[in-house]
């Protein structure tokens, strides 16, 4: 039977990889789950998040139906397992235990040693490609999603939620009665009342609407806590990225602020501040935030990010947006940190869009001044 071992980045790609391969033993690697475990706690694209959670949702799903560690049936048959690193193993020649792709090349080694007719290693990373080469491993690369801009602008974000048009309105609606209410309540003798939300309403709730109500609620009685006012604002950022609602980018700013008068340092969240200037339109103040962040730390990944993004497809300054994403494609290329590898791809991308769309405006780019040309169309 044939086994196969997926990489995180396939899985990010694409979460129904997991049920790619009728028939097979899917072998996930328990390195796998720590790096999509990251994705939990950075400020990432929404659908990196989503397809983070769930691949999470899905092996939770199989987990119900017997022990991961040992094999579970899978609908289309063959198996999937989650496979530690041995720790009384050696690590094979050249591998190092402190980087993450070498420790799932491990595993697949590990895997072989047991019992495998036919082991395939599944991943669209070129250096864990050449290692698995150089251990004997077979390799195969899986084709990323492709789509046209219906899919990926219309379609996607409203399918990552598994609810049609008519569930996602009337979700919304029960939403906004249910913080009706719960401002309704504040009005009342008891401060203790505001909490009284019934529990039939909040189970209709998305746990990013939950989040932000039960934030409203508390800031009712301590309206300066810090943590309270910073989880406002994360459900607010999250509601415009699920519903590309303006107002809740406008919201978002107003507890963003609010937080950073009293922590300043927060360069996580004046990043967060930045994208949601600029999705209120305000591309001149985003850019300012995103380069306060970075003159105090220019490594930080996601200000980069956005300041690329700010260049783009605020100013359509071609040249700005292709130096800092050619900044950002040199921060993360020789990283073994699975969010830095999609960062830089995601770099490359969009390098690549900018050199095209800067032709098509007549505004073309000199590639060798600029010292892009080696990064343009996703190679080096």
């Given at each position: 039977m044939r086994t196969v071992v997926l990489d995180t980045n396939v899985l990010l790609a694409d979460p129904a990889a997991l049920m790619a391969f009728p028939?097979?033993?899917?072998?996930?690697?328990?390195?796998?789950?720590?790096?999509?475990?990251?994705?939990?706690?950075?400020?990432?694209?929404?659908?990196?998040?989503?397809?983070?959670?769930?691949?999470?949702?899905?092996?939770?799903?199989?987990?119900e139906n017997g022990s991961l560690a040992a094999g579970v049936d899978l609908?289309?048959?063959?198996?999937?397992?989650?496979?530690?690193?041995?720790a009384d193993l050696d690590m094979p020649e050249g591998l190092s235990g402190r980087n993450a792709d070498d420790r799932i090349l491990a595993v697949a080694v590990q895997v072989c040693q047991n019992d495998c007719d036919d082991l395939t290693l599944i991943t669209n990373d070129l250096n864990m490609l050449l290692k698995a080469q150089s251990l004997g491993i077979k390799v195969e690369r899986r084709a990323e999603l492709e789509g046209g801009f219906a899919r990926k602008y219309v379609i996607r974000p409203f399918q990552r939620y598994r609810v049609p048009?008519?569930?996602?309105?009337?979700?919304?609606?029960?939403?906004?009665?249910?913080?009706?209410?719960?401002?309704?309540?504040?009005?009342?003798?008891?401060?203790?009342?505001?909490?009284?939300?019934?529990?039939?309403?909040?189970?209709?709730?998305?746990?990013?609407?939950?989040?932000?109500?039960?934030?409203?609620?508390?800031?009712q009685k301590s309206p300066n806590d810090a943590a309270t006012i910073k989880q406002v604002a994360n459900a607010y950022y999250n509601l415009r990225d699920q519903t590309g609602n303006v107002s809740f980018a406008q919201k978002a700013l107003e507890y963003y602020t609010r937080y950073l008068a009293t922590?300043?340092?927060?360069?996580?969240?004046?990043?967060?501040?930045?994208?949601?200037?600029?999705?209120?339109?305000?591309?001149?103040?985003?850019?300012?935030?995103a380069t306060t962040v970075l003159d105090v730390q220019p490594d930080h990944l996601q200000a980069n990010f956005n300041l690329g993004i700010f260049y783009w497809r605020g100013r359509a300054d071609y040249k700005a947006a292709a130096l800092q994403f050619k900044k950002l494609i040199m921060l993360t290329e020789k990283s073994g940190d699975a969010h830095a590898k999609l960062i830089n791809q995601d770099a490359r991308t969009n390098l690549a869009a900018i050199v095209k769309e800067a032709e098509a405006a007549k505004q073309p780019l000199d590639l060798d001044a600029l010292g892009i040309r080696t990064y343009v169309g996703g190679t080096q």
């Open positions: 028939g097979a033993n899917v072998i996930i690697p328990e390195t796998v789950l720590g790096e999509i475990d990251k994705l939990k706690t950075q400020r990432v694209d929404p659908d990196l998040r989503f397809r983070g959670r769930e691949v999470s949702r899905m092996l939770f799903e199989y987990s609908p289309g048959g063959g198996t999937i397992r989650v496979v530690p690193l041995r048009f008519t569930i996602l309105a009337i979700a919304l609606a029960v939403f906004a009665g249910v913080l009706a209410l719960a401002f309704y309540a504040t009005n009342l003798s008891s401060p203790t009342e505001t909490a009284q939300v019934p529990t039939e309403f909040r189970d209709l709730l998305t746990a990013d609407q939950r989040n932000l109500l039960d934030g409203l609620v508390a800031l922590n300043p340092n927060d360069n996580d969240v004046r990043t967060d501040l930045a994208a949601m200037y600029f999705y209120t339109g305000a591309t001149d103040k985003a850019i300012q935030e």
